[in-house]
């Protein structure tokens, strides 16, 4: 898998991951009523932005663009920021998002020098749980009844991933 700057020609291939109701619903999005015209000028800017990263994930065997990752909500003075992914419905299951997240959070760490990176991830989605897990994220707290979808309030748990856990982690991978 390859990681690269997101384009506004990537989205032919996130349209699918936009307007799918099940990625609506793992990421809390409410109204995904999307205008084509508007992503295209939105995804055309990010490479334009200096608080966050957003990047395309990339099936290095086929070329195809599979899903975005994003570093945001950047917090400059506490070296710390927000990590988001997403996927196109049938790249889920197949582990790129523990794999993509660990590129992420290793370049977040080693290349961009933060110190900690946090993440949300609904009580409805074990699966994302399990794989942030992997990657090495710890579960700080709960934050209760944090979403309202379709008439169910859903907690969501705060979790991250600090520093020197990530530099045991990959001194572990590396030998």
């Not at 990339?58 to 997403?86: H, K, M, P, Y």
Request: with cysteine; proline share 4%.
């Amino acid at each position: 898998m390859t990681l690269r700057p997101i384009s506004a020609d990537d989205l032919p291939a996130l349209l699918p991951m936009l307007k799918d109701p099940e990625v609506a619903r793992l990421t809390g999005s409410h109204a995904a009523d999307f205008d084509d015209e508007r992503l295209r000028a939105w995804y055309a800017t990010r490479a334009d932005q200096d608080d966050r990263l957003d990047l395309a994930v990339v099936e290095r065997a086929t070329g195809r663009c599979v899903g975005e990752i994003v570093l945001n909500q950047w917090d400059e003075g506490n070296e710390s920021c927000n990590f988001r992914v997403a996927f196109v419905p049938d790249a889920v299951g197949r582990g790129l998002g523990t794999e993509a997240a660990r590129l992420i959070v290793g370049y977040g760490f080693e290349k961009l020098g933060l110190h900690r990176i946090w993440l949300e991830v609904y009580a409805f989605n074990p699966r994302a749980r399990r794989s942030y897990e992997k990657v090495g994220f710890v579960a700080e707290g709960t934050l209760r009844d944090a979403l309202l979808w379709e008439g169910e309030r859903v907690d969501a748990t705060v979790m991250s991933i600090l520093a020197p856990e990530w530099a045991r982690i990959a001194a572990g991978e590396r030998r």
